[in-house]
């Protein structure tokens, strides 16, 4: 909680501030990985650097941060702050690295504001910062604990013992460790980071859910991104065109927010394009547990042949007893037994009732289909989604 004199500085200068924060991330960003490189070597995302979404990102956590400590004081910012530490867990950022954030973060508040950045105001927006880096760091603290590990200690070496093509852009891959030790659980939903050396000697690392796993092996699929001569698709791009059975890829532990809830509700799966993984890692759940549960997977791609995993989701909805799925193309469709033309439209379809809605996919299918959920009925509170780069949605949905 603010203290009263920081609240009412921070409530007299939000707007300010809010104004002021894509320049001061920029410009914190910039500053920072200019002076300290090596945090661009398997920590920072350079595509996200290079897009603007990392600093967009970042400005957005911390204004709705700075509204939830003004508008809701007695309430914990876990719900808020969850995902960015999932993300953070695996990423294995450490304690010790919220220090250096401070330090250019601050520097850029002032060198932005200018004269407005008095000592109160500095002082006040320090409160805010500490508040949040601390609640981050204690919900990794406890994720960290849950997985056996500290900050840091995430990664682990497994190799490719399968490659399966399921589109021409689309690969699975099924991963096996190198060593010995246990494996981490992990729960429907959840992704890992792999960390690859790319061409230019520089370490980069990239989000992509578990889409299955028995014994001793755990799947991933990664779907090459065409992002011309940026960074953004650099590390899908080598996974999928050169990793091969025998490989030796750096994976971390799993992590993620964004899981398959127990109980006896209804399940909705809602997905686009690569965001059908983690609902595939739901119904494989499911198909495990012959779950009775109704479920209804809808998904929106490009067409009947980019729909990756499109066989394997139809096999698994049906091996439960109580599940459907519907399909949507661009191309494709109408007619022809695989699916329906055109965008996904919920009002097509007869949603079962005190349902657990979960998204993936592109952040304006997300916007899209949530709001048409909202207009059919769907309590905002039961929509869960995931995203794989900075969450521009944070605060705003």
């Given at each position: 909680m ?7 500085t ?12 894509d ?16 945090l661009?070597?398997?920590l920072?995302n350079?595509g ?5 979404e ?11 941060f ?12 876990d719900?808020?702050l ?33 004269d ?11 409160e805010v910062?500490w ?18 590990h ?7 070496s497994?190799?490719?013992?399968d ?13 096996e ?12 939903g ?19 859910s578990l889409t299955?796993?028995d014994?001793k ?31 030796t890829?750096?994976?971390s ?10 109980g006896?509700?209804p ?9 059908c ?6 119904l ?19 067409s009947?042949?980019?729909?990756a ?5 139809a096999?698994?909805?049906?091996a439960?007893?109580?599940?459907s799925?519907r ?26 009732e005190?349902?657990?809605v979960y ?6 299918f ?12 769907v309590?905002?509170?039961r ?8 969450d ?6």
């Open positions: 603010l203290s009263t004199e920081s609240a009412a921070v409530r007299a200068t939000i707007p300010v501030v809010a104004d002021a924060l320049t001061i991330t920029a410009r914190f960003y910039d500053t920072m990985l200019g002076e300290r490189p090596e661009l070597d398997g920072f350079r996200n650097q290079s897009s603007g990392q600093r967009r990102a970042l400005a957005g956590s911390i204004a709705a700075a509204a939830l400590l003004l508008d809701h004081p007695d309430e914990r910012p719900a808020l969850s995902r960015i530490a999932h993300k953070h867990v695996s990423l294995g950022v450490t304690e010790d690295q919220y220090v250096i954030v401070h330090r250019y973060l601050f520097d850029a508040i002032a060198h932005t504001l200018g407005a950045a008095t000592p109160d105001v500095v002082r006040a927006w320090d910062y508040l949040m880096a601390g609640s981050l760091i204690a919900l990794e603290a406890r994720v960290y604990a849950s997985r056996g500290s900050g840091g200690e995430v990664w682990r497994w190799r490719v013992a490659r399966r093509q399921e589109t021409s852009d689309t690969a699975s891959l099924t991963l460790p190198e060593d010995d030790a246990p494996l981490p659980d992990f729960e429907p959840q992704y890992v980071s792999v960390q690859l050396l790319m061409p230019d000697g520089v370490r980069q690392a990239r989000q992509y299955g796993g014994g092996r755990r799947r991933i699929t990664v779907k090459r991104l065409n992002a011309g001569d940026t960074p953004a698709g650099e590390v899908s791009t080598l996974l999928h065109d050169t990793v091969v059975p025998g490989d890829l750096t994976v532990t799993p992590a993620g927010d964004v899981t398959l809830a127990e006896d509700h399940v909705v799966l809602v997905s686009a394009g690569i965001g993984t983690p609902m595939l890692a739901m494989n759940r499911l198909a495990e547990q012959d779950s009775a549960r109704t479920v209804l997977a809808l998904h929106a791609d490009r009947p042949e980019d729909h995993h499109r066989e394997e989701t096999a698994l909805v049906d439960l007893s109580d599940a799925a399909n949507w193309y661009e191309t494709g469709g109408d007619g022809d037994g695989e699916g329906d033309r055109g965008l996904m439209d919920i009002s097509t379809v007869d949603l079962p005190n349902a657990d998204l993936c996919g592109p952040l304006p997300m916007r899209n289909v949530r709001a048409q959920m909202i207009d059919a009925g309590p905002a509170r929509i869960r989604y995931e995203v794989f780069g900075p521009l949605w944070l605060g705003a949905n």
